[in-house]
């Protein structure tokens, strides 16, 4: 199956259902009355809820790159008339830091599950008007329910996946053991041509997993043997990156990369042979959500809330997967992609794997010291 296949079986679909959508009023699934039958000056709709505040004509959504389809912005000023302006990061921690630091201006914002636990404990985020965001019910019960967040008082989720490794098959055989790239071999044709998440936590678990140690430990000794495996395998590496590792593999200059299975799925239009594999050791599942910071204008929250709504109907929640290639947490909108999609299991990965990954939990003071030791693999020799 191929991505277009995918797209060309939503797109008509999409367009198809916004249209109608425009002209009835509700981006629902039904609409409930013909626009005539309603006052104009109290148009009713969830793009322009009643009461005086108004949306803001323009919002910021601060993303992962490549995470979603511009189209879908477009969709959604036609259907609003609300702009979207996408900022990118590239990991959880530059995401706090850059609002920790004060940066305002987000309206919308992308944090994997530990980091909105450390958020919400910070009161950072923003709690959602449910009122304004009824596509929340088209959540599969299990992101109903997050630990994180159950009840989805701040969040709602936007993508799942897991973090693995990518490679060139043919080139180098199917790394069944995260050893490939904790004790490189110089004779491997991956040596030298292999990427790292530029990424303290993600980097740390995949060790942590080869050590047969828990991805969140805070144990020092256990970290003091995880950051010197991370040092043994920097002579393996061309670098730490997690923007671009795809693109590398991609065009031939790297055979493997510590990744975000998504990621790799949409490089194999590129590249035909990129494979991806989850190393029997286990490793890392998460799932990125849709927040809102806190300190808003109302107008800004209004919108930012009709965004969230835009992207949990079913259309525009296909069309993501159809784009990025991760699980969507979303029933609704996977009623409506490829049985052969929701059959991968790269992309959703059977029972069995799943029982072997874990999510990344926030660790309070421990964040520190994870820090610091990251940065001092960073720097070493
Ligand atoms: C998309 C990155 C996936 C986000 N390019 C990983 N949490």
């Known amino acids: 199956m191929t991505k277009k296949s995918l797209y ?20 629902a699934p039904e609409a409930e009355a013909p626009v005539e039958e309603a006052p104009a000056e109290e148009a009713p709709s969830e793009e322009m809820p009643a009461g005086e505040v108004q949306p803001a004509s323009e919002i910021v959504f601060y993303n992962w790159s490549e995470y979603i389809d511009s189209e879908i912005y477009a969709l959604f000023e036609a259907e609003t008339g609300i702009k979207v302006v996408e900022d990118n990061f590239s990991s959880n921690e530059e995401l706090l830091a850059k609002l920790q630091g004060g940066a305002s201006g987000y309206a919308v914002i992308v944090p994997s599950d530990y980091t909105v636990s450390i958020m919400i404990a910070e009161g950072m985020l923003a709690e959602l008007n449910h009122d304004n965001v009824p596509n929340l019910a088209n959540l599969s019960d299990q992101f109903k329910n ?28 199917e790394p069944t053991s995260w050893a490939v790239l904790f004790e490189p071999d110089p004779n491997g044709a991956a040596f030298g041509r292999t990427t790292m998440l530029d990424d303290v936590r993600e980097s740390f678990a995949a060790a942590l997993a080869y050590l047969g140690y828990d991805i969140n430990t805070t144990d020092e000794a256990q970290l003091a043997e ?47 042979n990129i494979a991806y594999s989850l190393p029997e050791e286990g490793g890392v599942v998460w799932v990125d959500n849709m927040c809102i910071p806190a300190g808003l204008s109302p107008e800004e929250q209004l919108s930012a809330e009709m965004f969230i709504n ?17 699980a969507s947490p979303n029933a609704a909108a996977e009623e409506l992609l490829d049985p052969e999609f929701l059959a991968d299991t790269t992309v959703y990965p059977p029972a069995e794997v799943l029982a072997k990954l874990q999510y990344i939990r926030p660790l309070g003071e421990a964040e520190s010291l994870y820090q610091r030791m990251w940065d001092e693999v960073k720097s070493a020799q």
């Open 146 to 173: 997050v630990p994180y967040d159950s009840g989805n008082v701040y969040c709602a989720a936007y993508q799942w996946g897991t973090t693995g490794l990518g490679y060139i098959d043919g080139e180098v055989d």
């Open 8 to 27: 060309l079986a939503f797109g008509l679909l999409v367009i198809f259902s916004l249209t109608l959508s425009a002209c009835g009023g509700a981006a």
């Open 226 to 272: 995880d950051k010197a495996l991370l040092i043994q395998a920097k002579a393996g590496l061309a670098g730490y990156d997690s923007d671009t590792y795809e693109d590398l593999l991609a065009a031939g200059e790297n055979l493997m990369a510590l990744g975000w299975n998504g990621d790799f799925l949409v490089a194999q239009e590129e590249n035909e």
């Open 310 to 326: 835009f992207i949990l109907s079913p259309e525009i929640g296909a069309m993501l997967s159809d784009y990025n290639w991760y």
